[in-house]
């Protein structure tokens, strides 16, 4: 399972589940609606989930991961925490480089768009993000019309979802596989086959380290 944390206007890949956005969402709302948290009963009800435990067991996951903070013993003590005030961090720009089917090699321009990102997730200062078009990755949950953050890179280890520019023309995005004497592109997708190349002719430009998507 997997969710998003939200950051101007898109959603960051996170390892929380759907269930938890959900709670995350409705204590939010609760709050501005009413001026104080809801309690566990009141998140209970709301998705109709039988046993408190359960809904205990969201919290305290949510809180290791920085999303919310309690006080102990204390009732409706749930607050969630906004970005850049220890919950995500905003504020790094990077620039959004165009769309990975596009057919050309990977270039900034000046007049690029840029986006802010958590700085947790800007590796240096050669992160740069790429629209995703197609489905040839959506096993990894990179669907099309996502953007994928990348760290800028000549090289990957097997298994590494990549940037690759072939021929010096044509620029992708699958899992890289060095194989004897060719060059494997995967995709995450059962039902598109995987590509082969000679080792000249894939260039490595970067490694995905991240995902983001617009709801």
Do not use: C, W
């Not at 998705?47 to 309690?70: C, D, V, W, Y």
């Not at 165009?98 to 057919?103: C, K, V, W």
């Amino acid at each position: 399972m997997f969710d998003f944390r939200y950051i101007f206007g898109y959603y960051l890949y996170m390892s929380i589940t759907k269930r938890q956005k959900e709670i995350i969402d409705f204590i939010s709302s609760f709050m501005e609606e009413n001026e104080y948290a809801p309690s566990i009963a009141e998140i209970q009800k709301k998705f109709s989930i039988n046993s408190p435990a359960t809904i205990h067991q969201h919290l305290k996951n949510m809180e290791e991961n920085g999303l919310i903070r309690r006080s102990p013993n204390r009732h409706r003590s749930i607050e969630v925490i906004p970005a850049g005030h220890g919950g995500i961090q905003v504020g790094v720009k990077v620039p959004v480089l165009g769309s990975i089917a596009a057919g050309r090699p990977i270039e900034s321009f000046p007049d690029t768009e840029m986006i802010s990102l958590p700085e947790e997730m800007v590796a240096d200062s050669d992160t740069f993000v790429l629209k995703v078009k197609g489905d040839s990755m959506m096993e990894d949950h990179i669907l099309d019309g996502d953007m994928v953050i990348v760290q800028r890179a000549d090289t990957a280890r097997p298994g590494d979802k990549v940037v690759a520019l072939i021929d010096g023309s044509e620029s992708t995005l699958k899992r890289f596989y060095p194989e004897s004497n060719r060059i494997r592109l995967q995709p995450a997708n059962r039902e598109m086959e995987p590509m082969y190349f000679e080792p000249e002719q894939v260039q490595i430009q970067g490694k995905v380290i991240g995902i983001l998507r617009r709801f």
